[in-house]
């Protein structure tokens, strides 16, 4: 069974659109992540919260929101898409900032048209 | 600026032979250094780990050399198989910062049977 849950798999959007991708883990980590895997920048870190609270945030544009209604679940809500934001984005978690058991979600595929 | 380096950028092996990726960073409070596998259409996993109390970490085919003073390291993969063939990331990651993990632009292993 999968350990963290990515939702949807595949997701087209039309570009001024918005869209919430769904992460759940269930390995009782306490942080969650969210990075961004494209042609142009691969893995790049978006942001880390830890005890559902905001610890990092690494994105420039404010349409990209993070939003944690549980402990084990970590949503990234992308408003006026544009077609730059076609990319994997993958969710994952560890068991405290400590990074050593970084396990990393199945990914959800983002296609802007 | 990439904070963390990786070279080649591609590299190809005959099945049987050592392959080599290389890594460098910046940051020398960098203290946990991740090697990452990507197969196509799947999401990064862990491959092997080192910090730098330890200058060499074996994990079967998979050696990590590890130089504190040059800020270097690399991956050896002995006996390479067909079946290694993959992108393989180098990343690293701060303590207490924040579990963000700063990752390489990647190398791409292709292992020729």
């Known amino acids: 069974d999968p350990k963290i849950i990515q939702k949807p798999k595949y997701l087209v959007a039309v570009t001024g659109s918005e869209k919430i991708l769904i992460c759940e883990q269930y390995?009782?980590?306490?942080?969650m992540y969210w990075y961004r895997q494209s042609a142009k920048k691969p893995l790049e870190f978006m942001f880390s919260?830890?005890?559902?609270?905001?610890?990092d945030n690494q994105t420039a544009s404010s349409r990209f929101q993070p939003q944690s209604s549980k402990k084990n679940h970590l949503d990234l809500q992308i408003t006026a898409l544009k077609p730059d934001d076609s990319a994997t984005y993958f969710c994952?978690?560890?068991?405290?900032?400590?990074?050593?058991?970084?396990?990393f979600g199945s990914g959800t595929r983002l296609l802007v048209i | 600026q990439q904070q963390v380096r990786q070279s080649p950028q591609s590299l190809t092996v005959w099945e049987g032979e050592t392959a080599i990726l290389n890594c460098s960073y910046e940051?020398?409070?960098?203290?946990?250094f991740p090697w990452y596998w990507q197969f196509p259409r799947e999401s990064p996993a862990l491959l092997i780990a080192i910090r730098p109390v330890s200058n060499k970490k074996e994990d079967g085919r998979f050696t990590i050399f590890f130089n504190k003073r040059e800020k270097k390291l690399s991956l050896h993969i002995t006996d390479s198989q067909p079946g290694d063939s993959a992108t393989y990331f180098c990343a690293a990651s701060a303590t207490g910062n924040t579990g963000k993990l700063i990752f390489g632009l990647g190398t791409t292993l292709q292992v020729q049977p």
């Open positions: 940051d020398s409070t960098f203290d946990y």
């Open positions: 994952a978690s560890s068991q405290g900032s400590g990074a050593s058991d970084y396990t």
């Open positions: 390995l009782g980590h306490n942080a």
């Open positions: 919260y830890s005890y559902q609270k905001l610890m």
